[in-house]
């Protein structure tokens, strides 16, 4: 199993910054072998992909969020990053982070991954 808990969430004013962190551990979990994932997802619409990082380190971005999100590992090698800056009102959501043996997609869909956190909101206002 794997087990994925999410932290960093809040409040912020648009053009601010949050960084959120997603804590890997459990028994089946490999950092050599899966790729992670933040998604989002607002009331009232579906969870939708915002960045991932596969086993070899190969990142994607969701066209919303290329050049304001940067996803990274820690030294750690078992916690994800999730780097948000100039933050807007419409990046308002809760956030997940996921995890999965890595399929050779890149990362952004929601079928890629079996493993979930149980999220951190992020509301921006304006």
């Known amino acids: 199993q794997v087990q994925l808990v999410e932290s960093g969430g809040g409040s912020v004013q648009a053009g601010g910054s949050l960084r959120l962190s997603c804590a890997a551990s459990g028994s089946t979990y490999s950092r050599t072998q899966m790729s992670m994932g933040w998604f989002r997802q607002a009331p009232g619409k579906e969870r939708e992909g915002v960045a991932a990082i596969t086993n070899d380190g190969s990142t994607a971005y969701a066209d919303s969020v290329k050049g304001r999100f940067t996803i990274s590992r820690g030294n750690a090698k078992n916690t994800l990053y999730l780097q948000m800056n100039s933050l807007k009102p419409e990046d308002t959501a809760m956030y997940y982070c996921?995890?999965?043996?890595?399929?050779?997609?890149?990362?952004?869909?929601?079928?890629?991954?079996?493993?979930w956190g149980q999220g951190t909101q992020v509301t921006v206002s304006s």
């Open positions: 996921a995890a999965d043996f890595s399929r050779g997609g890149n990362g952004l869909m929601v079928y890629e991954y079996n493993y």
